[in-house]
């Protein structure tokens, strides 16, 4: 095999390989001097009264932004909600006034801290899935995006009182 025909498929071989193991990199959206990064969410279980999205925000700019609210088509109402412990006692509570995210800092939605909730969703949402959501900031707008239902993370990554029973399937 001549060597230019090789490097082609080895190039292309790794490509697709590549593909395979970055798909966060693929669902970065940009928004005025903001990079959102891996929406997701986990599955619910059927009847689930709430869901939670969650997603990196990266603030490029040289001024600060806010996400100030958040709406979904899958769900009756969308939150900015903190989860926080303190003395053994998990709180939950919607962010009055939205979440700042400073010049060159990022603001990680995720498991045990800020994250979307999803209030009376329309129906589970099952591995795979893609769920629409549209966040509004302060100076960026509003920017509309997909949470990717994934395998939650690993025991010990989750937020404490919430496990969910899922079925491994993605089904009810």
Do not use: C
């Not at 005025?32 to 603030?59: D, E, F, M």
């Not at 800020?114 to 899935?129: S, V």
């Not at 769920?131 to 010990?156: H, Q, Y």
């Amino acid at each position: 095999m001549s060597k230019p025909l090789f490097a082609g498929r080895l190039a292309a071989g790794l490509l697709v390989l590549s593909a395979g193991f970055s798909p966060a990199l693929a669902l970065d959206v940009h928004q005025g001097a903001l990079i959102l990064s891996h929406p997701w969410s986990r599955p619910t279980p059927p009847s689930a009264p709430t869901g939670a999205g969650y997603l990196t925000i990266t603030n490029h700019g040289s001024a600060p932004d806010r996400l100030i609210a958040a709406a979904s088509p899958a769900a009756n109402q969308v939150q900015i909600h903190q989860m926080s412990m303190a003395g053994g006692i998990m709180t939950m509570r919607p962010v009055e006034g939205g979440i700042v995210i400073a010049p060159g800092a990022t603001v990680s939605l995720a498991p045990g801290g800020y994250h979307l909730m999803f209030i009376a969703p329309r129906r589970p949402f099952k591995l795979g899935d893609q769920i629409p959501v549209s966040l509004t900031f302060e100076r960026s707008g509003t920017v509309k995006l997909d949470l990717t239902v994934e395998t939650p993370p690993a025991p010990g990554d989750s937020m404490p009182g919430m496990a969910m029973p899922v079925d491994p399937k993605g089904g009810h």
